[in-house]
Nanobody, 115 residues
C-alpha cells in the first residue's frame, strides 16, 4: 500500500496549485480519499474528502469555494485543485486513504504561499 503526493511548491497569494496523489498496492476504489494539512506548530487538519465513487465531497470552511477535490479511479489518483491561495494555506499536505477503521498516509508535499 502506497500513496505518493506531488504538485506542491512555492507560490504567491492568489495563485493556484494542483496536488496529485497516486495510490498503488490496494483497491483504490474501495477507499475514501482525503487531503489533510499540517502547518508548522499546528495539528494536522482535514482539508477535503471525497467518497469512493466521487459523488460526495466535503471541505473545511476556510477552503470552501477555493479548493476542489476530485478523483480518477481509472488512474488511482486523487487531486486537490487549490485556487486563490493564501499565506495561511502554507503547510505540508498529506493524502490519506481510509476504509472502515484502516487508513494510511502519503509522505506529504510542501505548499508555501508567500509574497
Amino acid at each position: 500500500e502506497q500513496l505518493v503526493e506531488s504538485g506542491g511548491g512555492l507560490v504567491q497569494p492568489g495563485e493556484s496549485l494542483k496536488l496529485s496523489c497516486r495510490g498503488s498496492g490496494f483497491t483504490f476504489t474501495s477507499y475514501v480519499m482525503s487531503w489533510y494539512r499540517q502547518a508548522p506548530g499546528k495539528e494536522r487538519e482535514l482539508v477535503a474528502q471525497i467518497s469512493t465513487a466521487g459523488g460526495t465531497t466535503k471541505y473545511r470552511d476556510s477552503v470552501k469555494g477555493r479548493f476542489t477535490i476530485s478523483r480518477d479511479n481509472a488512474k488511482n489518483t486523487v487531486y486537490l485543485q487549490m485556487n486563490n491561495l493564501k499565506p495561511e494555506d502554507t503547510a505540508v499536505y498529506y493524502c490519506n486513504a481510509r476504509r472502515a477503521t484502516w487508513d494510511f498516509w502519503g509522505q506529504g508535499t510542501h505548499v508555501t504561499v508567500t509574497v
